[in-house]
């Protein structure tokens, strides 16, 4: 609820009181280790259930991403040190490993390992590993969708089935939240790791259970909760990938909610049965909840960003032009391209930094400990220096290298334009003079030529590269429009501090022939060390000069596929103007 348009503060604080009150009443700190009982503890206590205790520290990493309260992250782990200790160990048994369903072998008499303590708590590693980037979690994540992947798979339509004893008996009742917990973990590690494999399986979960469970009325057949276990993680998977044919499921999530409207639904009491006989179940409100929440909550503004400091960022700039409010190209993109992952930087966390990509750049976070309130704290990489140069950063001060990008500027099917690397040769070349004509062409192989500077003169030389900002380029960089901030809506400048999304000017600018929207077009290019920025005077007023695609650019040169397709983010609403 605290997603909803405009938030819900007070559903927040509810979460923040059973958050506190959960840790308070049922965390069993003289156990060993410590987890959370099935009662209160003044009550008695109860036994430990693995499953359950995976699914509250989930809800915690969803406190976390609603508060960025560090407590609630640490909270979250100390209850996956708790899930990661009922893993099985004994290799005598019949498929080792797994997790156990609960502590206390009186409940559980048979020992059963079953998938829905197993995945949640691959979920649940895959986000500690993407919040704080510790390898253990994503090894602790990897073994366990490992198991249920090698052992509760009915090979015939590669769903997954309930438990297996220690007699190697399996129960073969396939739950919608057993889908729906390795839907979440596949789309998670695709999200923290980029690994298409796990990408290309849970689309493959997601398919197969849609079709399930979407005949002979499998669906409103299972129980309430687990099918709003099962549909968020089906919005997970298609938030992640921004991929159209992951939105398959959003038919029958309508038609389900359709019908618990009408057949499931006291109208006396607004309380919902699911047609179900007896009193209605507090779990099947909650239930109804998130499943009237998840078409509704903006999940694209909270769920995109690798970390909440990410999106203040791109808001500034882009929001008002993904809400109308400003007639220019983005600064960004639509929206992140794909999930945050972890790359090697020598002074990050256990030598890793986190990163999300986007059409035209690269945003970092060198240090997620680090301060929050820093305008440093979201940092952007030198991705067109690296192409140029040939060379992948992995610390402050040492890079590793790598052929130069041979990818051209303009469409991707473009053989005669320049390409990264035909700059390579020109980042010593001498800077122009203010009010000099920009009159220098560059061909694919780097040789340069005059040409017709249509007007365009050098405007101003930076010191610290000795290379002078094309007039074009210069007025881009000081200009001024609508942009966002925490208040709303306003004019202020479009870049600030001056150099911030760029970086410093690594070349000339040089006109060129590009081959744009299928057709060949003289196009003025310059390189900075974190963007390439184009002019095209055929282009309309505020789409003249524009952001190059470096980020996917880069994407592509650095892991040789293409980069996701972007999730687009709702921008905040424009009553929120001053």
């Not at 959960?22 to 503890?41: E, M, R, V």
């Not at 009550?43 to 990493?61: C, E, P, Q």
């Not at 993904?322 to 966390?349: H, I, K, N, S, V």
């Not at 429009?481 to 709303?488: D, I, K, L, P």
Request: proline content about 8%; hydrophobic content about 40%.
């Amino acid at each position: 609820l605290a997603g909803l348009p405009g938030g819900d503060q007070a559903a927040l604080a509810q979460a923040r009181l059973l958050w506190h009150t959960y840790f308070a009443n049922y965390w069993d700190t003289d156990a060993n280790p410590p987890g959370g009982d099935s009662y209160p503890l003044p009550d008695g206590g109860g036994d430990k259930y693995y499953d359950d205790n995976a699914w509250v520290g989930l809800n915690l990493i969803e406190v976390f991403r609603a508060t960025g309260d560090q407590k609630a992250l640490a909270d979250a782990a100390r209850v996956f040190d708790f899930v990661a200790s009922g893993w099985d160990t004994d290799p005598h048994h019949p498929a080792p490993g797994g997790v156990f369903w609960t502590a206390a072998a009186n409940v559980n008499p048979t020992r059963d390992r079953n998938t829905v303590s197993t995945a949640p708590a691959a979920e649940l590693a895959l986000y500690l590993y993407g919040f704080t980037g510790e390898p253990r979690y994503l090894d602790w994540a990897r073994r366990l969708f490992g198991w249920v992947e090698q052992t509760m798979k009915d090979p015939a339509d590669g769903l997954y089935w309930d438990h297996i004893a220690l007699d190697g008996t399996i129960e073969k009742t396939k739950w919608s939240y057993n889908q729906g917990a390795m839907i979440g973990a596949a789309a998670l590690f695709f999200r923290y790791t980029s690994d298409y494999g796990y990408l290309h399986r849970g689309q493959e979960i997601a398919r197969a259970s849609v079709a399930y469970y979407g005949a002979n009325d499998r669906l409103w057949a299972q129980d309430p909760a687990f099918n709003a276990v099962y549909f968020r993680n089906l919005q997970l998977l298609e938030l992640t990938t921004g991929d159209p044919a992951d939105r398959a499921y959003l038919p029958l999530l309508a038609d389900y909610g359709e019908r618990a409207w009408t057949q499931g639904r006291d109208p006396a009491t607004g309380l919902f049965t699911f047609g179900r006989p007896g009193p209605a179940l507090l779990a099947n409100q909650g239930a109804a909840v998130q499943l009237y929440a998840l078409p509704a909550v903006n999940q694209q503004g909270v769920a995109a960003f690798a970390d909440d400091a990410l999106a203040p960022v791109w808001a500034r700039g882009d929001a008002p032009v993904a809400a109308g409010l400003a007639a220019r190209t983005w600064l960004w993109g639509p929206g992140p391209d794909g999930g945050g992952a972890w790359e090697q930087f020598d002074e990050g966390l256990n030598g890793r930094r986190l990163v999300q990509y986007f059409d035209k750049t690269r945003m970092e976070v060198n240090d997620v400990n680090g301060d929050r309130a820093s305008a440093y704290f979201v940092t952007q990489g030198l991705l067109a220096e690296d192409m140029i140069l040939g060379r992948v950063q992995v610390g402050v001060n040492r890079f590793t290298p790598a052929a130069p990008a041979a990818i051209p500027f303009g469409d991707a099917d473009d053989m005669q334009g320049p390409t990264y690397a035909s700059l390579h040769g020109l980042l010593a070349a001498p800077a122009a003079t203010p009010g000099q004509p920009v009159a220098q062409a560059v061909a694919r192989n780097g040789t340069t030529s005059p040409a017709d500077p249509r007007g365009v003169t050098c405007a101003a030389v930076v010191a610290e590269t000795q290379h002078c900002v094309a007039s074009v380029f210069w007025d881009y960089l000081n200009s001024s429009g609508t942009v966002y901030t925490a208040g709303g809506y306003g004019q202020g400048p479009l870049f600030a501090p001056l150099f911030y999304a760029t970086g410093l000017p690594l070349t000339e600018a040089y006109w060129t022939e590009l081959k744009v929207a299928g057709r060949p077009q003289p196009v003025l290019v310059q390189a900075f060390e974190r963007r390439i920025l184009t002019y095209i005077p055929a282009n309309p007023a505020g789409w003249q000069v524009e952001m190059g695609n470096v980020g996917r650019h880069y994407y592509q040169w650095r892991y040789g596929h293409e980069l996701p397709a972007p999730v687009a983010v709702t921008p905040p609403p424009v009553a929120s103007r001053p």
